[in-house]
């Protein structure tokens, strides 16, 4: 089984950054992707960003934060992965979640509900 657990988020203003770690523990070499998810107030929960820790580094990339959202980890180990939030509006506004599978779809992406192991989240919260 894989712990996760995320920090790094909080408040700032629009145009602001911030960046959000989530340290992951347990049986962390079985993690083919991991990816970061979003809940943002009157919507659905979002996959925003992903990546592949057995792909090469592939990522993934929502067209919600495309441009101004990166993924990365720590020299493709498992143990650390952030996302680093540039140019943050209002709409941003929500609760992340750091998720990881450890499904291995032959070289397609992940899908959504691959994802079963995941984090308690952390409050980003954007002000105008």
């Known amino acids: 089984q894989v712990q996760l657990m995320e920090s790094g988020g909080g408040s700032v203003q629009a145009g602001g950054s911030l960046r959000l770690s989530c340290a992951a523990s347990g049986f962390i070499y079985s993690i083919i992707y991991m990816a970061w998810f979003r809940q943002t107030p009157g919507n659905e929960r979002e996959r925003i960003a992903t990546?592949?820790?057995?792909?090469?580094?592939?990522?993934?990339y929502a067209d919600s934060v495309k441009g101004r959202f990166t993924i990365s980890q720590d020299n493709g180990d498992n143990t650390h992965m952030y996302l680093q939030m540039n140019t943050l509006e209002p709409e941003d506004t929500g609760m992340y979640y750091c998720?990881?599978?450890?499904?291995?779809?032959?070289?397609?992406?992940?899908?959504?509900?691959?994802?079963?192991?995941w984090g308690q989240g952390t409050q980003v919260t954007v002000s105008s």
């Open positions: 998720a990881a599978t450890k499904r291995w779809r032959s070289g397609y992406p992940p899908e959504d509900q691959d994802f079963t192991d």
């Open positions: 990546i592949g820790t057995r792909a090469g580094g592939t990522v993934y």
